[in-house]
Each structure stands twice: as C-alpha cells, then as structure tokens.
C-alpha cells in the first residue's frame, strides 16, 4: 500500500542543494532592469535576507513566529513559482487544464517556502562570493561560491527575466539542480499513479503545525 504522505520532506534532497536555497531569493529590479544585473539583483536579496537572520529583535524564541513569517514571505515574492512548475512537470505541463495549472503551482509554492524557510533559519554565518554571470535572450546564470571555514561550494543561479524584473526559478549546487531533482521525485509519483494523486499528497502534506499547507 502507497503511503499517504508526500516523500518530499527536507531529508530526501541534498544538503548542499537546500543550502543553497537560501540564497536563491532575487528581488525585483527596476523598471529599466537595464541598470540592473542579475548578480546586483541576487545581492541585494541577500542582503534583505541576512537582514532578517541578523536581527537581535527577531533572535529570541518568543519572535520565532514573526521571524518565520518574515522569512516565508520573502521567499513566497521572489521565486518564479509558474516557471518552476513548468520546468519540474515538464511534459505533463502541456496536458493539464488550468485549474489544475493553478492548484499545483500554489500548492508548489507553499510546500517550497514552508521547507526552505526551515533550512534559512539554520544559517550559520556563510558568505557569498559572487563568480560572473552571463545573460541571454531574457534568461540570466549567476555562478557564486558559499564560502565558510568548512564550506567551499559553487552555486549557479537561474534567473528570468519578466517586465524589468529578474525572477528566480532553479539553483545549481555543486552540479545537482533543484527542478531536476523535483522532476525525478514527481515524475516516478506520477508514473506510479497519476497528476491527481501528486496534487492530493501535497494538499495533504504535514507542516510545520501538523496542519494542510497554506496557499
């Protein structure tokens, strides 16, 4: 008997994939994004992020909550959920209805903040050392480093590029990618079973509080 409970949880994916998920968070840039590179654009994220991990207000136990909030939120504006689902269903993208588009990508989207911003809270003091990047055809790849004294990984992010704002929608960590990992982990659910099934174990998902994901 199939278990109920979608195999997705933070323990089956890499690590270091995880890890980089944290800095995978750009913000929108300008209306001329001409004025703007994607590797600002990821920095400047970054720097909003540890913002909110810095803060001695949100440090202590009883701010838990509100930092959590604070940190799902940024997440939740800043990945380009549409084009990650296209990208992680593939094929199976071009046959679904759109209820159906609709409902997988927000249900994508809670279960992606909901993990991620459980792995940034675990951040411990890495730093970003940004590489190059390179653009083309409205699509962007940053190459960075995440740097600590018993860290040294490469990370190439993946942007897009939609009305003058660069959007994440993958991340590359030391040669393993996120949407291809999620390919593989959704595509055997579907073979198994079918779309229908994957969108009821992700409504049925634990979370954090035991309950259904938000959306």
Known sequence: MRGTRLRLLIGTLPVALLTGLLFLLPIPAPADSGHETPTAVVRATLDAVFHILDDPHLKPATQAKQRRHQLEQVIAERFDYEEMSKRTLAAQWKALNDGDRQEFVQL?????????????????????VYLSERTAN??????TRLVSDKLDLPMDYRLTGKHGTWYAYDVIVDGVSLVMNYRSQFTKIMAESSFQELLRRLRERPTKDGGPPKT
């Open 108 to 128: 994508f989207k809670a279960f992606l903040s909901d993990q991620y911003a459980a792995r940034i809270e675990g951040y411990a003091g890495e730093r970003v």
């Open 138 to 143: 409205g699509y962007a790849e940053v190459r």
